[in-house]
């Protein structure tokens, strides 16, 4: 298990994350090894429902998360339809605090698994929130 130091760094943060290819499966691993890390609250630190692999150091369109207690890996995700918005509050390993943002309740995303498999699928309530905040991750927004 290799598990990467959180990046805090608002600056890189922000930075879009290029396209996830075959080569970056390592990366995707590192990314799932420190989720499975921080799914209990340590040091300080609240438990981590979701990752992007900016958080790691890595500019690649990963996402990592827990769909239910499931782990669960995407590579180039991407909203193609959201619905039902309202507003809450999210806090982030990377920064300090809570932040006020919009979110939607049930999107659909389409995303490749490990094995570069292409799937389109729908995700609603918690889930569909850590996705929404780990996509903006990979598109460089901070909350």
């Not at 990592?64 to 890996?73: D, H, K, N, R, T």
């Not at 799937?119 to 598109?139: G, K």
């Amino acid at each position: 298990m290799t598990a990467k130091k959180i990046i805090h760094d608002p600056l890189f943060l922000s930075q879009p994350a290029a396209k996830a290819t075959k080569n970056d499966l390592q990366v995707a691993q590192d990314l799932l090894d420190t989720l499975m890390v921080h799914r209990e609250s340590k040091d300080g630190l609240p438990a981590a429902a979701g990752l992007a692999a900016n958080m790691i150091g890595e500019k690649k369109a990963i996402i990592a998360l827990f769909a239910g207690f499931l782990p669960m890996v995407m590579l180039n995700p991407r909203i193609v339809k959201k619905s039902g918005a309202y507003l809450t509050q999210e806090g982030c390993l990377s920064l300090e605090g809570e932040r006020s943002v919009q979110r939607y309740k049930e999107i659909e995303v389409g995303y490749q698994d490990l094995g570069m498999q292409a799937h389109q699928q729908t995700f609603t309530d918690f889930t569909a929130e850590i996705i929404q905040h780990e996509v903006d991750h990979c598109l460089g927004k901070l909350i």
